[in-house]
T-cell receptor, first 111, second 115 residues
């Protein structure tokens, strides 16, 4: 059974601080996705990571992938209130396009 | 590019009635469409996968006679919730994948409330 585990599930941080969300997955498929979800909305694609050592950055968010450790991280730099949302990572099983999602990390950035 | 729409965006129906949700890929042909359900404060759970012109594959625990999925064309998939009950109230999100890509493009979701 494919498992995707995120931690922490809840994160309250002050503006200007840095933090990292972790995503562990259990399959040998190394396609890893990060999404953002605002309350009442659908998913917004943030990053797609396909290979070991992949690093992608957009604004204050940076995602990386370590396929040997089956670990992806989403690093937040100098958080601002607008980053408050729920962040999901997802992984597809080997030979499959179906996504299994982590439970999500609810991020609250406090002024 | 790669826009997916859903209709309606929200719907309220009475217990025992059926409701149909449409998912359309607006600017690409969707080889595969996926249907997810999300309960409040929870993650997305895959309900079923459908390929154009073939029967949907349902995930374990999802009643295929209750959640009817039709992927009639390369741009349209429909989910019909039959004999809806209050416990079916949820946020239903579809996604679509084109043949040449692995990434899924998500629709805006449909919020279903069954009274």
């Amino acid at each position: 059974e494919l498992k995707v585990e995120q931690n922490p599930l809840f994160l309250s941080m002050q503006e200007g601080k840095n933090y990292t969300i972790y995503c562990n997955y259990s399959t040998t498929s190394d396609r890893l996705y990060w999404y953002r979800q605002d309350p009442g909305k659908s998913l917004e694609s943030l990053f797609v990571l396909l290979s070991n050592g992949a690093v992608k950055q957009e604004g204050r968010l940076m995602a990386s992938l370590d396929t040997k450790a089956r670990l992806s991280t989403l690093h937040i730099t100098a958080a601002v209130h607008d980053l408050s949302a729920t962040y999901f990572c997802a992984n597809s099983g080997a030979g499959s396009y179906q996504l299994t999602f982590g439970k999500g990390t609810k991020l609250s950035v406090i002024p | 590019g790669a826009v997916v729409s859903q209709h309606p965006s929200w719907v309220i129906c009475k217990s025992g009635t059926s409701v149909k949700i449409e998912c359309r890929s607006l600017d690409f042909q969707a080889t595969t469409m996926f249907w997810y359900r999300q309960f409040p404060k929870q993650s997305l759970m895959l309900m079923a996968t459908s390929n154009e012109g073939s029967k949907a594959t349902y995930e374990q625990g999802v009643e295929k006679d209750k959640f009817l999925i039709n992927h009639a064309s390369l741009t349209l998939s429909t989910l019909t919730v039959t004999s809806a009950h209050p416990e079916d109230s949820s946020f239903y999100i579809c996604s679509a994948r084109m043949r040449t890509a692995y990434e899924q493009y998500f629709g805006p979701g449909t919020r279903l409330t069954v009274t």
